[in-house]
């Protein structure tokens, strides 16, 4: 479901203020001396993803739909938010949920071109998606503990423990 106005104010403000969201394009690298994306205050990981396989990249999006499935709910929803685009909140089990609704494109997990997120609505876990970085945050323990056993389908390396 495309999120209205309301909520697509709501959600951001929310991550300005919990993940101190700073979008920057002008580096690119994996640095930690330099100002970064975000400051989680719970356990977070951090991974390159820049070297995947196309192989890697055609079974990404299944991979981690599943590990949003086996962490939530059968009645949870999902942030699905697209930086400066249009947002969604959907159930990961749904797959209609995952059209684009209107015209409006649904983010991939792969970020590529701009920040994707997937947030859980309690803010208990997020997948954060950095296009220029070419790595994926990950915070939550659940969604941790989830994907880190699958990583090494998706060709990722481990850069930061926080």
């Excluded at 700073?22 to 993803?49: A, M, Q, T, W």
């Excluded at 890697?56 to 939530?72: G, K, N, P, V, W």
């Excluded at 209609?96 to 649904?106: A, C, I, L, T, Y």
Aim: with cysteine; aromatic share 18%; charged share 25%.
């Amino acid at each position: 479901m495309l999120l209205n106005k309301k909520q697509y104010n709501y959600i951001w403000n929310k991550i300005d203020i919990e993940l101190k969201f700073y979008p920057n394009c002008n580096y690119r690298g994996h640095s930690f001396n330099v100002k970064l994306p975000f400051e989680i205050n719970r356990p977070y990981v951090v991974y390159d993803i820049e070297n995947m396989t196309d192989e890697q990249l055609s079974i990404m999006d299944d991979i981690i739909r599943e590990c949003f499935i086996e962490i939530t709910d059968k009645n949870d929803r999902i942030y699905a938010l697209d930086w400066q685009h249009a947002g969604f909140i959907y159930n990961p089990r749904n797959l209609n949920e995952q059209k684009g609704e209107n015209g409006r494109f649904f983010p991939c997990f792969y970020p590529d071109g701009d920040y994707y997120f997937f947030i859980s609505k309690d803010f208990r876990f997020g997948y954060l998606g950095h296009p220029w970085r070419q790595e994926v945050w990950i915070f939550g323990t659940d969604l941790i503990n989830n994907i880190s056993s699958k990583v090494h389908l998706l060709g990722w390396v481990e850069l930061k423990k926080g």
